[in-house]
């Protein structure tokens, strides 16, 4: 890629054509199509999971047309810098997180509340066709109810992790989380810390985070203060599940491998002995969140699963009320973002910070927007 950014770009844009081949180029700067369309210059974006397997792999089920390529990034945060004739809840100036999906508010799932399970949404950076363009460039086009305004005590930079928490949260709503309860969280990536921190805002009395890395666990332990089990990848899942339960006494009968006194677990790493191990912990009775996206076929302990009775959900991005929920909880000093952001690099470097986030250095690190 380019060293630096071309004075003669309107709209610099990061472009991945494939495994390992990205290019920094110039795009159109998009246009107002619609009378509630806004436009955002970008300040920050975030790097995902996700991202890193498109640099890898070149794309997740489907893969990049290596023809004409697609703008990364979905992280996003940036100010307002114009506005359709119809937007009134919005102005240019603002500064907003953005939700980088647009459904499309007619089918079915749309008019239920649960746009998130829309067959027909864009998501920022999805091939196509048509390919979604994503937010490492200059300016995103979005729609106004799709941005979110930020209070001025919160950073932009603090404003992009408003995406990973929404998906927290939903995944907590999914879990049913109650005051009082005994939350196990199967993983301490970003996904993992966030779903610790909004469970504990929910009510939980016992939060749990489970890791491989120990580094991770005692970085978690700075973060959130929370009780922290550190899995071995030696056993089997069952062996693992009876260890956990008995280290943190929450088993009911000695290491009984029918579950101890979890009420919940929210799964967040997607690896299969992960995914195992929760299910052995759950209570009878208990609720199972999948956050984590992992292999497409795993084995799963289906009979635990049925003699349990146990509720298992899926979890999708999103839905209605949980970005608005994930501004408030920074906004109210409830989750701190801030000790997660490990790194900026700049805009022109971006697949450096790719290969930061795939060699596992760092929490959340940050691309900064196109400078001027």
């Keep these: 890629m380019a060293s630096s950014t071309s004075k003669e770009m309107v709209n610099p844009s990061i472009v991945l ?7 920094l180029e110039d795009k159109p700067i998009p246009e ?3 009378p509630h369309d806004v436009l955002v210059r970008i300040n920050y974006v975030g790097v995902c999971g996700s991202d890193v397997h498109f640099w890898h792999h070149g794309g997740i089920g489907k893969m990049v047309n290596p023809s004409t390529g697609i703008v990364m990034g979905h992280e996003a945060a940036g100010t307002i810098h114009s506005i359709g004739p119809a937007v009134k809840t919005i102005k240019p100036g603002d500064r907003v997180a953005i939700e980088p999906g647009t459904p499309c508010r007619l089918c079915k799932a749309c008019k239920s509340g649960v746009y998130n399970l829309c067959r027909q949404i864009r998501f920022a950076a999805a091939p196509g066709p048509p390919d979604t363009q994503g ?5 995103f086009r979005i729609a106004e109810d799709m941005v979110y305004k930020i209070p001025d005590e919160m950073g932009l930079d603090e404003a992009v992790l408003v995406e990973p928490l929404a998906v927290a949260v939903h995944a907590a709503k999914l879990g049913d989380v109650r005051p009082g309860e005994t939350v196990v969280v199967m993983g301490s990536g970003t996904i993992g810390l966030f779903c610790a921190a909004v469970a504990r805002q929910f009510g939980a009395h016992r939060v749990i985070l489970v890791d491989i890395l120990e580094k991770k666990l005692e970085f978690a332990t700075s973060y959130l203060g929370c009780e922290t089990f550190l899995s071995s990848t030696k056993v089997e899942a069952e062996e693992n599940a009876a260890l956990l339960l008995k280290k943190l006494d929450l088993a009911e009968y000695g290491i009984d491998s029918f579950g101890g006194h979890v009420d919940t677990v929210i799964e967040a790493s997607g690896a299969t002995s992960s995914i195992e191990t929760g299910i ?12 984590g996206l992992g292999k497409p076929k795993i084995e799963f ?7 349990k009775e146990l509720i298992v959900r899926g979890c999708f991005r999103y839905g209605t009320g949980d970005y608005e ?4 909880l920074i906004k109210k000093g409830l989750v701190d973002v801030k000790p997660l952001i490990s790194s900026v690099t700049r805009f022109e470097d ?19 927007g196109v400078q001027d």
């Design 17 to 23: 054509y494939g495994a390992k081949n990205a290019a």
């Design 32 to 34: 107002l199509v619609e």
């Design 135 to 139: 937010t490492l460039s200059k300016y």
């Design 280 to 291: 052995h912990i759950l209570r009878p009775g208990g609720k199972y969140v999948q956050t």
């Design 301 to 307: 302990p289906i009979v635990a699963m049925s003699q």
């Design 325 to 328: 929920l994930a501004v408030s």
């Design 350 to 368: 971006a697949t450096q910070a790719w290969d930061k986030t795939g060699r596992g250095d760092g929490i959340k690190n940050l691309i900064q």
